[in-house]
């Protein structure tokens, strides 16, 4: 795994984390951004072909 596909998923999995911690502690705003930062990951992710794995997985 080269360093671009490294970062990236580990800038999808501490996204998701902050969008959970957001949504836990009712910041709307927050969660709004976080899901923002997260939907632009994962098409950036899409589009350099990095096959993002379902959370949890």
């Not at 998701?16 to 911690?21: A, E, G, N, V, Y």
């Not at 899901?35 to 072909?49: F, N, T």
Request: aromatic share 4%; proline share 2%.
């Amino acid at each position: 795994m080269d360093a671009f596909t490294a970062g990236l998923l580990h800038r999808i999995r501490t996204t998701q984390t902050d969008l959970t911690r957001a949504r836990e502690t009712g910041d709307d705003y927050l969660a709004e951004v976080e899901q923002a930062e997260l939907e632009d990951l994962h098409r950036l992710a899409a589009e350099h072909g990095v096959e993002v794995a379902a959370p949890g997985v």
